[in-house]
């Protein structure tokens, strides 16, 4: 059983992913969310950004949330995404763990927009803006995560900051902000 914070995170994590706010993720909030990133950027659509941007945002609808679709009909309900969610606790904390490392990795490169390795302080609000999130809400959590005030946020910090949002059910560690307030 998750637990109820766990829940509710996980919940904030779907909404944020229903770019179009259909109480569904499919694949066409990820295409969506790539051609937003190639809008707020100005690349068009034979660019290698904007095909590496789309590539790698399908990738993350196939790899991570495809499989939680159990009846197959292209649609994610917040059901589905928790059951998976369960589905993985249960299978031990190792199995967790290189799940979430797996997608942790996959999601900061998906916001490192240039690839140096650090996420800036625009880029986390670009990965708002192109989900269609407030950026004040990036804001705030970029500021709590960004500990030392140097604008920079690397994969290692930002997979613990994952690991914390994923695996961790107490109420006051910092990664559990990633995608905004749960509550
Ligand atoms: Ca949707
Ligand atoms: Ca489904
Ligand atoms: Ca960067």
Known sequence: MLSEIMQKKLTRHFQFRDLNKDGFVQRS??????????????????????????????????????????DGDGKVTLEEYLNLADFQRRMGFE??????????????????????????????????????????LAEAAY???????????SRGAFLQYGSNFYINDEPDVVGNYLFGPYE
Do not use: S
């Open 29 to 70: 909030d990820w295409e969506q969310c790539a051609r937003n990133l190639a809008a707020l950027r100005g690349w068009q659509p034979d660019d290698d950004a904007y095909q590496d941007m789309m590539n790698r945002h399908v990738a993350m609808w196939q790899t991570f949330w495809q499989p939680a679709d159990r």
């Open 95 to 136: 199995y967790e763990m290189k799940q979430v490392t797996h997608l942790f990795v996959a999601i900061f490169d998906t916001i490192d927009l240039d690839g140096d390795g650090q996420i800036t302080r625009d880029e986390y609000k670009l990965f708002f803006e192109a989900w269609g999130i407030d950026t004040a």
């Open 143 to 153: 500021a709590q995560m960004d500990f030392n005030e140097d604008g920079r946020l």
